[in-house]
């Protein structure tokens, strides 16, 4: 089945430096990928879609020039987040679709602030 | 975008035992999916069922969906230990064009005893 990677998988990171999140598809071409954002015991709460070639697309609330994302290539988007603060931790997971119904999930990437 | 609510939140049982856990959401759908997530970790695809089908099955998973009523089962007979992990479901109304943008629901924590 296709996979989905993220590196780096754990991140410890001091407030106010950036922290870049890479989400890469494996075995397939991802012309969207999906970037989320989860709480301790919480729900997936998407952050915004990323289109390869093309600006993201983010979900209301979400500050665009905190959390950049690139999708460069058709297999890699990465996500960066700015100046960080310790409200940023979170978990972070990214997914890549295939087709309409098809997203395949990256094993996410839990970032501390400290 | 609005989530859908799951209940219950959180759901104990004893190995061998099936286990049920509904979800309901807000808005017209086009699929609906279910997946699990293992602490820390992401999402595994389980199931989709689509919006004009009433009941599908996979291996020890059942899930019903009522778009009359908004909303979906679950059901795992026979659970075992190794089921033990959070379940989601999962809306799509809106296809990007390569994939739809998921509504995730708020989840519920299964923990299956020996």
């Known amino acids: 089945g296709a996979v989905v990677s993220q590196h780096p998988s754990r991140v410890i990171c001091k407030s106010g430096t950036s922290v870049k999140i890479e989400c890469r598809s494996l075995?397939?071409?991802?012309?969207?990928m999906f970037w989320y954002r989860q709480f301790p015991k919480k729900s997936l709460m998407l952050m915004a879609t990323?289109?390869?070639?093309?600006?993201?697309?983010?979900e209301q609330g979400v500050e665009k020039d905190k959390f950049l994302i690139n999708h460069a290539s058709l297999t890699l988007s990465t996500l960066t987040v700015t100046s960080a603060h310790p409200e940023d931790s979170s978990f972070y997971i990214c997914?890549?679709?295939?087709?309409?119904?098809?997203?395949?999930f990256g094993p996410g990437t839990r970032l501390t602030v400290t | 975008s609005q989530q859908g609510e799951e209940d219950p939140q959180a759901l104990s049982i004893q190995e061998g035992e099936n286990a049920t856990m509904n979800c309901s959401y807000k808005?017209?759908?086009?699929?609906l999916q279910w997946y699990r997530q293992n602490s820390g970790r992401g999402l595994v695809h389980l199931i989709l069922i689509r919006s004009n089908e009433r009941e599908k099955h996979s291996g020890r998973l059942r899930v019903t969906l009522d778009t009359s009523k908004k909303s979906s089962s679950l059901l795992i007979t026979a659970s075992r230990a190794a089921d033990t992990a959070s379940y989601f479901c999962?809306?799509?109304?809106?296809?990007?064009?390569?994939?739809?943008?998921?509504?995730f629901g708020t989840g519920t924590r299964l923990q299956v005893t020996l």
């Open positions: 990323s289109n390869e070639g093309s600006k993201a697309t983010y």
């Open positions: 999962a809306t799509d109304a809106l296809y990007t064009g390569t994939a739809s943008k998921l509504t």
């Open positions: 997914s890549a679709g295939t087709s309409e119904y098809e997203q395949y």
């Open positions: 808005t017209s759908i086009n699929n």
């Open positions: 075995d397939f071409q991802a012309t969207t």
